[in-house]
């Protein structure tokens, strides 16, 4: 059994900043890519950043330049540093995770429960 667990999120006025945290724990060998996504009621689920085992990292246009994604492959813990924060940045922030099982040597991607952020103007 793997969990995702976020913390961080938060209300916060606009040109702020927070941090977002995912800590993975149970039986993990070995984790693959991670993934920040967000979601707003009545729309899709949107990439925010990716970051994979080697540290490369991508960006979705609308938080190049204002978020930062990084990983603590010993802690099996990824990290969003959100600055300059929007009202549109706000929604439910996902966190997601390509894992390696140790029980079941399986590969499996699997996701945590969602961080509220709220920004105000």
């Known amino acids: 059994q793997v969990q995702l667990v976020e913390s961080g999120g938060g209300l916060v006025q606009a040109g702020g900043s927070l941090r977002l945290s995912c800590a993975a724990s149970g039986s993990i060998a070995r984790i693959n890519a991670m993934n920040w996504y967000r979601q707003v009621p009545g729309k899709q689920r949107d990439l925010v950043a990716h970051i994979s085992s080697g540290l490369s990292t991508n960006y979705a246009d609308f938080v190049k330049g204002r978020f930062t994604i990084s990983r603590d492959n010993a802690k099996n813990t990824m990290y969003l540093q959100m600055n300059s924060l929007k009202p549109e940045d706000t929604a439910v922030y996902y966190c997601?995770?390509?894992?390696?099982?140790?029980?079941?040597?399986?590969?499996?991607?699997?996701w945590g429960q969602g961080s509220q952020v709220t920004v105000s103007s």
């Open positions: 997601n995770a390509d894992v390696l099982s140790s029980s079941t040597g399986v590969w499996f991607n699997y």
